[in-house]
């Protein structure tokens, strides 16, 4: 199926990390950095990195409790009542995109909801689409 | 196969329905109620445990105190000081005043670090006489404490088939009567499941504990702990198999015991610390993720994975330990299993366990015995099984061994105990001690598969030959040579059990440190102890008798550490840091040494290091001891190991590996073997290895602070704070015989 993911162009971002803000934001109602669904990991220009979510799904087999499924538009999220915060979603995501913050044992993910593209002007950020076997 | 969806797989449906569950549970009649608060854990305790007693109907709460979490910590250290003080010395197994205690210990039930849901069983052993303590996965042991109790006590007899339910939301537990449940445990804990569930959605809220019919009729019975595996919709079950504890629950006519909680989160611990496990735990899960592919392969293989490796040591024990390899140990190998498991599900028997060991064969077509043509999932088989019910009695059928497996399991009993009296039986049976006459028909020919399954129906059926071998080996050998006009000592040679209990599934006649590692444990021969056959015998690191007491004294002690607090051995070694092989001391894994220190502190807010570690172990290591003598066991004499494990018992046994005890003799021995007979060889070799053994113990014991005797010094119990009066009023009373 075709799944809503974020795409990257890691060389033109300016690490300005105006898309973390947003995201935080959005979700978690304050502007920090380690609470965004993505990750800007500065070094320009070789060792910088930009860590998102492709909606692989590899989580939704780790998770013990089937707290993680993709739901009807193929976006790959979270049911934090079914949650019992073992982080192995965390430990074993390949992109390391499933987050965790502090003492707090809920993580959570992007779902693609594009808040983050609309802030950022270089444009390293996008949203398109994924073939993903479902 | 690989599933990434839900299955119903067939066998929750194919078990028999004499009974509806509407039908079980109108037929329970409520003996006893008692209600209670349930306490919030707090950094890993409740700070109350649960007394039931069977006979009376008694159910009380008893207040943890700051004594038992200084000294004994949790888990085992529990059980050991609940059991002391409930039992005399007089104290029989089958008596009512002995005890089944469960306890989950401070850190488990935390779900960010693989390997920490156990719970540890400890009881008066039917095997051998003394305390008994069994690590066990499921669920019950964290959803009891999440119900607000940091053990639970089972004392007395019931007159009737009993089960004990706790209520962990409603602050509620009900004891009774239980009569037209089924007593085997992938029945059994179905059922119980089921009928204390309020939905299909809720069976995860629900743990179960129950044994099955052998385990009746046997002193090998073991404890199934279940887990409900959302993906097959099944209970699932783990194995508090070693000492006969589920013979004990039997006998006080326990069918099962339930726990039901929701209360089941990433912070139930109520940890002091929770980013400090958050970050430990994340650490190990990616080194899972990135290693295990290149390590054990125990995502996909499980413990299986061992089954080639031993066989290439010629640590695999075969034709009763007579050897460690066979050509066709390849039959069983690795690749074998992870064909057979079911991969692609995240198969751990607690949650956030990444280790995922706990690995399953599904759709299993049973051929015989009561169940034949239900299609089962089979819970393994894990090495001990294999190596146990499999090439220790000349098994090398995958089909076979998973029969076994299941039956063992559904009936309660010890999958390892089994495969050592089996095989002690088969060699007893090729040596024409025992004849056709005796066991009733069966052939027990090494291989003879058939005869092995017909011999655990008759122990669930309490038939014949299925009683006596369902004694064990100790047991076994004294019938045989009073009976069967036997040679005890070709019998004590032979039988591979130490202090009463059946040898787990390793060869140790080349490591003496392993010799020790087994014939040194407080319960009896479990590798759960130590495992030093590869420092030994393989990377050579320990050649002095100074240095195999020094790890004769530290690894028992980091390992009794994890049944303290409720975790599991596996992730520890099984899983290891790239760089370990660069650190300090990396038998030890120095790295995840550290992860533990930071789990309890984690957990419990204290501030112990890695040598506080230790001590911590070797104070209810000591008690341990001190309660083998208590009950009459515990010095020297019980610390001796039958030859089999020591070296060649047989002629052919030597000849098999001439070579090598041939070098040894002139290498190790200082002895000239050309010229001499095999027979000379044999006794040269014999005494030599038997002296050697001594001098280990001689070592060993001063590196522990015991007397030449092995009773623990007064000093060493001072020094450790365990001093009681009754302490040392039993050691005293020892020494002084």
Redesign the interface.
């Known amino acids: 199926m075709k799944v809503k993911i974020l795409g990257k162009k890691t060389d033109i971002c300016v690490e300005c990390h105006e898309c973390e803000r947003a995201c935080s934001t959005v979700f978690f109602k304050t502007e920090s950095l380690e609470r965004a669904r993505l990750r800007i990991t500065a070094g320009q220009p070789s060792g910088r990195k930009i860590t998102t979510c492709t909606q692989c799904g590899k989580c ?7 707290a993680i499924s993709r739901n009807k538009a193929g976006i790959v999220a979270i049911d934090k009542s079914k ?6 979603c ?3 995501c390949p992109e390391e995109a499933m987050f ?1 913050y ?5 993580p959570f993910k992007c779902i693609s909801c594009g808040q983050c593209v609309k802030k950022c002007k270089a444009g390293a950020i996008f949203l398109t689409e994924s073939e993903i076997e479902a | 196969m690989n599933f ?1 969806e ?1 299955i119903k797989t067939e066998e929750c449906n194919s078990m028999e329905k004499k009974h509806s569950i509407q039908e079980m549970k109108k037929a329970h009649k409520i003996l006893k109620e008692f209600t209670y608060s349930p306490k919030k854990v707090n950094r890993g305790y409740c700070g109350e445990t649960l007394y039931v007693n069977l006979s009376t109907g008694e159910i009380k709460i008893k207040t943890v105190t700051d004594q038992m979490k200084d000294i004994f910590v949790g888990g085992r250290g529990f059980g050991l000081w609940y059991l002391w003080n409930a039992v005399s010395e007089k104290t029989k197994w089958d008596d009512a005043e002995n005890e089944i205690i469960i306890s989950p210990g401070p850190i488990s039930g935390i ?2 670090y693989p390997g920490s849901g156990k719970s540890l069983v400890v009881s008066l052993s039917p095997l051998t006489g003394s305390a008994m303590d069994s690590n066990v996965g499921g669920y019950f042991g964290p959803y009891m404490k999440f119900s607000g109790f940091d053990a639970i006590e089972l004392q007395g007899k019931s007159d009737k088939d009993v089960v004990l339910f706790i209520d962990g939301d409603n602050g509620k537990i009900t004891l009774e009567e239980a009569p037209l449940e089924d007593v085997n445990s992938h029945i059994i804990c179905e059922q119980l499941t089921e009928m204390y569930a309020t939905s299909d959605e809720d069976r ?1 809220h629900v743990a179960t504990v129950a044994s099955g019919s052998a385990a009746e009729h046997t002193l090998i019975g073991h404890l199934n702990f279940s887990f409900y595996d ?2 097959r919709k099944c209970t699932r079950l783990k194995q508090a198999g070693r000492g006969g504890i589920g013979s004990v629950f039997r006998n006080k006519k326990l069918k099962g015991l339930v726990v039901r909680t929701t209360n ?4 139930s611990n109520n940890p002091a ?3 400090l496990l ?1 970050k430990t ?6 080194e ?2 990135k290693n295990d592919d290149k390590q054990c392969h125990m995502r996909t293989q499980g413990t299986a994975h061992l089954v080639e490796i031993m066989s290439d040591y010629d640590l695999l024990p075969v034709h009763n330990f007579k050897f460690g390899s066979h050509p066709d140990a390849k039959k069983m190998a690795s690749w074998v299993w992870e064909k057979r498991f079911t991969q ?3 198969d ?1 028997c607690w ?2 366990c ?1 280790m995922a060991c706990a690995k399953a064969v599904d759709h299993y077509e049973l051929r015989t015995g009561p169940y034949k043509g239900h299609k089962v999932i089979i819970d393994g088989p894990e090495y001990e099984t294999v190596a146990g019910v499999g090439s220790c009695c000349g098994i090398f059928d995958p089909d076979a061994v998973l029969e076994i497996n299941f039956y063992c399991d559904t009936y309660g009993v010890d999958t390892i105990s089994f495969g050592t009296l089996t095989a002690f039986a088969m060699e007893c049976f090729e040596n024409k001690i025992i004849t056709e006459k005796e066991t009733g028909g069966l052939k027990l020919n090494f291989g003879n598969h058939d005869a092995a399954l017909e011999l655990l129906h008759r122990m669930a059926r309490g038939e014949g030959f299925g009683k006596i071998a369902g004694m064990g080996v100790r047991k076994m050998k004294q019938y045989f040579a009073e009976h069967f006009g036997a040679d005890p000592k070709f019998l004590r040679d032979i039988g591979m059990e130490c202090k009463g209990l059946e040898y787990s599934q390793y060869v140790s006649k080349e490591s003496l440190a392993q010799q020790g590692g087994y014939a040194l444990t407080n319960k009896g021969p479990q590798h759960d102890e130590a495992w030093l056959i590869f420092m030994d015998m393989v990377n050579n690191h320990i050649p002095t008798f100074e240095n195999k007491a020094e790890a004769l004294h530290y690894f028992p002690l980091f390992r009794t550490w994890f049944g303290l607090n409720g975790l599991c051995k596996l992730p520890w070694n099984d899983v290891e840091p790239e760089n370990n092989p660069k650190s300090s001391e990396p038998a030890k894994v120095p790295e995840h040494v550290e992860n533990y220190v930071n789990l309890f502190n984690g957990v419990t807010g204290k501030a112990i290091d890695k040598n506080e570690l230790i001590r911590m172990s070797e104070r209810v290591y000591n008690f341990q001891r001190v309660f083998n003598l208590r009950m009459g066991f515990g010095t020297r004499e019980h610390d001796i190991p039958p030859y089999r494990s020591v070296g060649p018992v047989t002629i052919e046994e030597y000849e098999s590996r001439k070579e090598r005890y041939d070098k040894y003799l002139k290498e190790k021995a200082g002895i000239n073997p050309e010229g001499l007979k095999t027979e000379e060889k044999h006794k040269k070799l014999r005494e030599f290895r038997e002296k050697q053994y001594q001098l280990l113990v001689d070592a060993v014991y001063k590196r522990r602070g015991w007397d030449e005797n092995g009773i623990p010094k007064l000093e060493t119990l001072k020094e450790l704070g365990i001093d009681f009066p009754q302490l040392v009023e039993t050691v005293n009373k020892k020494r002084a015989k």
């Open positions: 939704i087999n780790i998770c013990p409790t089937q949650c019992v915060g073992c982080l192995s965390v430990g074993f965790q502090k003492d707090d044992t809920i | 990434t839900n779900t960010q995860l959302k993906r089941i989160k990433g912070t610390d929770q980013e958050n735990g994340i650490k190990l899960h990616k899972i993720r692609g599900i995240p751990g949650f956030g990444t």
